[in-house]
């Protein structure tokens, strides 16, 4: 019984490493030439297009504000979150971030974000206080 499990199970690993190896080429950033470049860029939307090339634009700013190691502001990682958020292919068209730093900035974004819509505004009550003596002496009788 066992002699014959083997060549399938054989079978089955080689057409899974096959698989594996499809999926790993499929998901490799492309390192194409300027002509297929080009022709990738005609399957794309003008607005993500130029979201694109904002995108790559403010990393070359962000060089050349400085010679050693790029410093980004508040406003540069807002800009290029909200420019990657716009490009489908924004993994490959980071040049100076990596992508997991760009998504940690997106969350820490996020987060003050919603911090910041959600703190109430303790300046400026509600409901004046004649209502709410009102509302309280009603509700007593």
């Not at 190896?21 to 939307?45: N, Y």
């Not at 807002?78 to 068209?93: E, G, I, N």
């Not at 919603?114 to 509600?126: D, I, L, V």
Request: positive net charge; proline residues 4%.
């Amino acid at each position: 019984m066992q002699c014959m499990f083997s060549p399938i199970k054989q079978h089955v690993c080689l057409s899974f490493h096959v698989l594996q190896e499809r999926v790993l080429r499929w998901m490799k950033p492309m390192t194409t030439s300027l002509v297929l470049g080009t022709l990738a860029d005609l399957t794309k939307g003008k607005a993500e297009l130029l979201a694109e090339n904002a995108l790559l634009r403010h990393q070359l700013i962000i060089l050349q504000r400085q010679v050693k190691r790029p410093v980004y502001r508040k406003t540069d990682r807002l800009l290029l979150v909200l420019l990657a958020r716009m490009v489908r292919t924004w993994k490959q068209t980071l040049l100076l971030v990596q992508p997991e730093t760009l998504l940690r900035w997106h969350r820490e974004l996020f987060r003050v974000f919603w911090k910041h819509k959600s703190k109430t505004n303790a300046r400026k009550p509600r409901l004046s206080l004649e209502t709410i003596t009102l509302i309280k002496g009603n509700g007593s009788k």
